[in-house]
């Protein structure tokens, strides 16, 4: 063997231990045994597989597309090696489970969990029978990876599409049986989990539409003259589509899934308004929450029909709401107005904090409630009807979200949405070219403050009641996280990352408990896969990737 194969060697040993540090971990915290009891396809798989296998089987797949080129052999032997060695942490935790009582020590490796691992074998030929699994797996998604791409791409479709499915059964089995009877649901499901003949209908129809789609692509040619009118008459169907969608979603997802799009729905409000203080103006924000709170506070007061409201209505109330709290936004950038960074960030930390300790504080307590909050918030009223029921109060929130958005964008294409980017780059620079920095960035906090808080001003109608432990730090990073993870200055990033970080959990109640591991494992595959965000915005892209260009071009210049 060359001095060259061994160092290449290396390189399933380094992703086979990744991955079998990740899968024995999953294992030790209880998430395998936790995620093992909700079925994807009945009898087939589980989620819990899934976590033990998933890793394996993405470091695998990247062996194969870094050796694929010429080197097929050598990608398959790779494969191999890294399931062999990804199985073998959780193999000797099968054999030193089976020797001694690792439960003092490790609550979480039970029973249950070595069932699990060994396959109901018993400790030796379980531990074998798991490495044999995890080679296989290897060795299956390093073939994969091999493959052509119109091979691969219908193939990972129809995965993807079964799994996404599988995953969210509880929720769409709830909708089948109200639609179309409990028989018809029990045709479809097994329990909580697709029926294996579904799943294979499912896989094989999500496959032959990506293959069908691929062709009509390749064949499909717009005569001259046609191809703008043509595109611009799709557009303006897709616009009408996604228009018919969101005004129909309550209807097809009942209750409880429009309160958990109603929650999305603020968080992408919010995530609207950290965008443009993060995203478009490149000032971090720590104490975001106050706003929220501060539009939540003032729809409170102004609208309860208790002792400490004026008994407003919610349309009255909602426009001063609305400059209360872009005015709060005002304050709080006049006393920053020559931080940057880190400093910047612990200013507004500290400025979040007090709105929550005077919230909370005996000095305001006649005119907020102190820990008791504020009770007896109405609902909003539309000709006389009461928006109550969540299928109702989320065309409001739906109205708040187009009119955020519709803001956002012009601003991200005006005058000042293009010195809030210079600004982000370079503050010095752009002060030179003529931009005032102190307008600049009062306008930033402003828009951004409005937006947090309209969403504070639903949350309380939504509620009919609000306190003062709901406006916690902790939203102030939800919110950062989910524009980071969705792409800075992208508005349909904001989008994206709310349906992962919020709604997500939301549909996986039982795995709430885990939701902060979930969002750190998450910030570190994005920071390492895809560092611009899953829908980054153009700038942000070519900033990111701006050293793989340069060497592209160099390259080019070299032939």
């Known amino acids: 063997m060359t001095t060259t194969q061994s160092i290449q060697l290396r390189t399933p040993l380094r992703f086979g231990i990744i991955a079998g540090v990740v899968s024995v971990c999953a ?81 979480n490796v039970s029973p249950a969990l070595i069932e699990i691992l060994s396959f109901g074998l018993p400790p030796v030929a379980g531990s074998l029978a798991f490495l044999a699994a995890m080679t296989a797996v290897g060795l299956i998604a390093t073939s994969f990876g091999l493959l052509p791409s119109n091979i691969k791409r219908p193939i990972f479709n129809g995965l993807l599409w079964t799994f996404t499915i599988g995953l ?34 499912i896989f094989f129809l999500a496959a032959g539409l990506t293959v069908w789609q691929g062709r009509r692509q390749t064949t499909h040619t717009e005569p001259e003259g046609v191809s703008t009118s043509s595109k611009s008459r799709l557009r303006w169907m897709t616009y009408a589509g996604v228009v018919v969608t969101l005004l129909i979603l309550p209807l097809l997802l009942g209750s409880y899934l429009s309160e958990v799009l109603n929650n999305v729905g603020l968080f992408i409000l919010m995530g609207l308004g950290l965008n443009i203080v993060v995203g478009f103006a490149g000032l971090l924000d720590l104490g975001y929450v106050a706003f929220y709170a501060i539009g939540a506070y003032s729809m409170a007061v102004m609208t309860s029909q208790g002792p400490l409201g004026f008994g407003l209505s919610f349309w009255a109330a909602l426009p001063f709401c609305v400059l209360i709290a872009a005015f709060a936004g005002l304050m709080l950038g006049i006393p ?85 980017l210079a600004m982000q780059e370079d503050e010095d620079v752009a002060e030179a070219m003529g931009i005032r920095l102190v307008v600049t960035k009062l306008m930033a906090f402003s828009f951004g403050a409005a937006f947090s808080g309209l969403a504070g001003a639903l949350l309380a109608s939504k509620l009919t009641s609000i306190f003062p432990h709901s406006f916690k730090l902790e939203i102030s990073i939800n919110v950062l996280v989910l524009i980071i993870i969705g792409g800075l200055g992208s508005l349909p990033g904001v989008v994206i990352g709310a349906l992962i970080l919020v709604g997500l959990p939301e549909l996986l ?33 070519r900033e990111l990737h701006i050293d793989e260009e340069s060497e592209m071009l160099s390259a080019e210049a070299g032939d």
């Open 27 to 107: 294992s030790a915290i209880g998430l395998v045994v936790l995620f093992g009891e909700r079925e994807l396809i009945a009898g087939v798989i589980t989620m819990g597989q899934v976590l033990i296998f998933a890793p394996t089987a993405a470091l695998a797949y990247i062996v194969a597309r870094d050796h694929a080129e010429g080197q097929r052999g050598i990608a398959l032997l790779y494969g191999s090696l890294t399931g062999v060695i990804s199985g073998i942490p959780s193999a000797l935790l099968i054999l030193l489970a089976s020797a001694v009582n690792l439960r003092q020590f490790m609550p």
């Open 509 to 541: 109640r039982e795995f709430a408990e885990y939701r902060l591991l979930m969002y750190g494992l998450l910030m570190i595959v994005m920071m390492l896969a895809k560092p611009e965000g899953f829908w980054p915005s153009q700038i942000m892209k």
């Open 168 to 201: 969210f059964s509880e929720n769409i089995s709830s909708r089948v049986r109200f639609f179309f009877g409990a028989e018809f649901n029990k045709l479809i499901f097994t329990g909580k989990a697709l029926s294996p003949f579904v799943a294979a209908l």
């Open 336 to 420: 920053v107005l020559r931080m940057r960074g880190d400093y910047l960030a612990i200013v507004t930390l500290a400025f979040g904090e007090i709105i929550r300790i005077l919230v909370l504080s005996d000095l305001l307590k006649p005119v907020l409630g102190g820990a008791q909050g504020i009770l007896k918030i109405p609902k909003p009223e539309f000709f006389g009807l009461v928006l109550k029921r969540p299928e109702q109060f989320y065309f409001v929130i739906l109205a708040g979200v187009l009119i955020a958005w519709f803001v956002s964008w012009r601003l991200s294409k005006a005058r000042l949405g293009r010195q809030w």
